[in-house]
């Protein structure tokens, strides 16, 4: 059997990629510099899966930002406000995933959105009828031969046309249709290219097969790869898809003009159930994914084992390639740079570079005819041997509160109307209250200060100081702005998840796991082991000492347990509805603590509540009412006069508004300003009657809104909400602009807030 990877992680073992590109921004290296760093890195990633034996390694998985922004811009899906922008691709590139403005010239970036289930971002391609289809760039060509020229045989990859087609956002004429027109005959061209260039294999990326799709969407999938089959020049094409089954179209593989295709087994087990009913097109290649391309647990070699001989018995060996389920972007690099992990738990853990030799193992260990005795077989049980002696995989105190809640549905009472005047006696809040989501700017120093911190340089005393100062300015610079509910500033945390992470018991951590979040943002995800138990208050210090900096409300500040649960890297051992109870009780503590220290509005925030949702409708209510019930489950012990807010990163909400509403939180703070117009769109057909701010200027820009744009938001909300039920806030946490931005930004929010109370009171 030959092995393949999908895709392999960019951003560079010890974020090479981040830091050059952030240099680049501040314009302290050159492009030249820039791409020189991106050159070296991709040469280490293809020697990398040489080494480690892949028989197929890949190109173009490397971005700058983002592959389907890249794709986009290969085949001319670019709207209007960036169509004269410079030529320059990197310019092109940034100016379109970060907004841009230079010589009077302004356009806002493209919307980002969670790549399926996963902690990615992509950028969220747009076609209007401005937009000239066709192939307008070579970059795949180029990584190709830049491959091949350093002796190596590349699969290109890239994104395919339905996906490309189904995650564009089209306005005014335009269709995905009529897209499509223009689109495949460019896939055609580059297809040609890459085949003249010598490429044997062009690998298309079509997670978007695991979705539902009604008829429409399988015509139009089966209309463009028919069209691709008719001008395909001979160049093979492996169909890739990931994050689930694609049981959808599986009748009609056999038809397709592919030579691949490449299934995940491990989110889509049902795949499995069709090649044993339907059989698999005798034609075809079967890229088999096996090794769970996103967590990070050995692979259970017995299983897989299994899994590969019920496989053959409907195709010959020689016709299957061993492969990871998805991209292993979403994995770290490497384990070797781990020092501080125990032998048992290093033991069963497997990362991108771990998961290659993986593939390699069990490619060995199907071609012997007794496997059970191969020490490959054996070394690798024993692993799961060990794991059980991890410490604290079960803790009975915890077990026996879980199994006392379980079935058991939560419920704060009184009701959320009765609350509300409860809440508003306390709080004394003007019309349109102005907040912000929680973090303040990680500027450079306080990453140093942690640097050192975490090195043993600098003492507890005098962390905790700088933090408290840190605190105290910006509660201070708040009080100044005017801003009604104010934060602490999240200084003490690396990350809203790695911190709780930390204070749990339950979990470990890395010290360079690192996963690409987007751009150049990442995440150093904690992995979950064991039961989960709070030692005792996580924020309440903080909490205390920022209030005592003002006399306005001060919100506790919390990650909900879905949140903490999604984003972490989760036990394979134990179901995840028993960890979201245990997190759950955790949170739910030290939420009554916080109200017990006299704090009277508390922020849960479940951003990633919406990105795990089931990719199918069919699995969305089991979902939703274990997540739903854990967050309630977190506050339904609070006094009336309390506030709960929570906080979701992402407005696409009109389709779980049922969920949301049920989440039973008296205000929600969303992203919005990218799509205030759709949110509107979204909740016209059924209204929202809560506490809602959506937000009024984008976070993730680096560019400074102006009152006047954010009133004109506001307005469009106001079509829509209350004024009585509208907050005004940014879209999201603030910590990765400058405090410059952030401080320009919310003045003109604060303002934009004071002129519309101005016109209600008139
Ligand atoms: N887990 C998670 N997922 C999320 C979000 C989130 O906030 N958390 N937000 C949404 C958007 N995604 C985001 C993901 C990451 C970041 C982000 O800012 N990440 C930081 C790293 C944050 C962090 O863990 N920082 C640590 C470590 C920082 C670091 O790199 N330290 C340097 C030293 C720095 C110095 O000396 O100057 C080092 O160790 O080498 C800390 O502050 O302590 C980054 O990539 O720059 C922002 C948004 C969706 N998903
Ligand atoms: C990704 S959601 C962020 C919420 C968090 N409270 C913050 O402001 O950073
Ligand atoms: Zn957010």
């Not at 080494?51 to 190109?59: H, L």
């Not at 956002?169 to 689109?183: N, Y």
């Not at 405090?739 to 003045?747: I, M, P, T, V």
């Amino acid at each position: 059997m030959k092995t393949t990877i999908i895709g392999y992680p960019r951003i560079g073992c010890n974020r090479e990629l981040k830091r050059a590109t952030e240099s680049y921004f501040q314009n302290r290296i050159s492009p030249e510099n820039l791409n020189e760093e991106a050159r070296a890195l991709r040469k280490t990633h293809w020697e990398k899966q040489i080494r480690k034996g892949i028989d197929f390694p890949v190109s173009n998985d490397f971005s700058f930002y983002d592959t389907l922004l890249d794709t986009a811009l290969l085949f001319g899906l670019i709207p209007e406000r960036f169509a004269t922008l410079p030529q320059d691709p990197l310019i092109r590139t940034f100016a379109m995933a970060r907004g841009y403005e230079k010589n009077g010239y302004q356009a806002s970036a493209l919307a980002m959105k969670k790549w399926f289930t996963t902690n990615y971002h992509y950028m969220v391609p747009e076609v209007d009828e401005s937009s000239r289809i066709g192939l307008s760039g070579h970059k795949p060509l180029t990584e190709f031969r830049e491959a091949l020229s350093a002796g190596l045989l590349t699969r290109p990859m890239l994104t395919g046309p339905y996906t490309l087609l189904r995650l564009t956002r089209f306005s005014g004429e335009t269709s995905a249709e009529a897209c499509a027109q223009g689109l495949i005959p460019a896939y055609g061209q580059l297809l040609s290219a890459l085949g003249n260039a010598g490429a044997q294999w062009v690998q298309l990326d079509e997670p978007c097969l695991c979705l539902d799709m009604d008829a429409d969407e399988k015509a139009l999938f089966h209309s463009l790869y028919q069209s691709l089959g008719e001008r395909n020049p001979g160049v093979k094409i492996l169909l890739q898809t990931a994050f689930g089954d694609i049981t959808r179209v599986y009748d009609s593989l056999s038809s397709l003009p592919v030579q691949a295709i490449g299934m995940d087994f491990v989110e889509g087990p049902d795949n499995l159930l069709k090649l044993e009913s339907d059989g698999f097109p005798e034609d075809k290649i079967l890229v088999a994914g096996i090794v769970n391309g996103r967590n990070v647990w050995r692979n259970n070699y017995k299983k897989s084992l299994d899994l590969l001989s019920r496989m053959s018995k409907h195709l010959p060996e020689e016709r299957i390639w061993l492969a990871p389920s998805c991209s292993l972007l979403h994995l770290p690099y490497s384990l070797a740079p781990e020092t501080a992990l125990s032998h048992e738990i290093k033991e069963i853990l497997a990362f991108a570079e771990e998961k290659m030799d993986e593939l390699g193992e069990l490619a060995i260990l199907f071609s012997e005819k007794n496997p059970e005795k191969h020490s490959l077989l054996i070394r690798n049980q024993q692993r799961f041997g060990e794991a059980e002696k991890i410490p604290g995989r079960i803790i009975p105190d915890v077990r026996k509160k879980t199994s006392s809640l379980r079935g058991q549905s939560f419920r704060r009472m009184p009701d959320a109307d009765t609350r509300k005047s409860c809440q508003q006696n306390r709080l004394r809040l003007p019309l349109f209250p102005t907040t912000s989501i929680g973090s303040f700017p990680q500027t450079q120093e306080i990453r140093a200060m942690r640097r050192r911190h975490r090195k043993g340089e600098v003492d507890q005393s005098t962390y905790e100081t700088f933090l408290r100062n840190r605190t105290e300015e910006c509660v201070r610079l708040q009080d100044d702005m005017g801003l009604d509910v104010l934060v602490h500033g999240e200084f003490e945390r690396n990350d809203m998840v790695e911190f709780f992470g930390e204070q749990l018991e339950g979990f470990v951590f890395t010290e360079n796991a690192w996963v690409q979040s987007y751009g150049t943002r990442c995440v150093k995800p904690p992995i979950l082991v064991g039961d989960v138990r709070r030692p005792g208050p996580m924020t309440v210090d903080i909490w205390r000492f920022a209030e005592n900096c003002t006399k306005k409300p001060v919100k506790g500040m919390l990650t909900g347990p879905v949140t903490i649960l999604n984003w972490s890297f989760v036990r394979e051992d134990v179901e995840s509805t028993e960890c979201l109870l245990q997190l759950a009780l955790a949170i739910r503590e030290e939420v009554l603590d916080l109200e017990a220290a006299g704090c009277g509005v508390i922020q849960i925030d479940e951003a990633a509540l919406r990105e795990k949702l089931p990719l199918k409708k069919k699995d969305w209510k089991a979902y939703l009412d274990h997540a739903v019930n854990a967050f309630r489950l977190c506050h339904d012990g609070v006094r009336p006069d309390t506030q709960i807010h929570t906080h979701m990163c992402y407005s696409e909400f009109g389709d779980i508004l049922a969920a949301i509403d049920a989440m039973d939180a008296d205000v929600i703070t969303i992203e919005a300003s990218r799509s205030a117009l759709s949110l509107v769109d979204q909740l016209k057909e059924s209204p929202y009657a809560r506490d809602i701010g959506p937000g009024v200027y984008d976070i993730h820009s680096p560019l400074i809104p102006g009152e006047k744009e954010i009133l004109s938001r506001l307005e469009i909300l106001l079509s829509t909400f209350r004024p009585e039920q509208l907050w005004v806030n940014p879209d999201c946490g603030l910590k990765t602009r400058s405090q410059k931005e952030a401080e320009q930004s919310l003045r003109a929010m604060v303002n934009a807030a004071k002129t519309l109370r101005e016109t209600y009171r008139a």
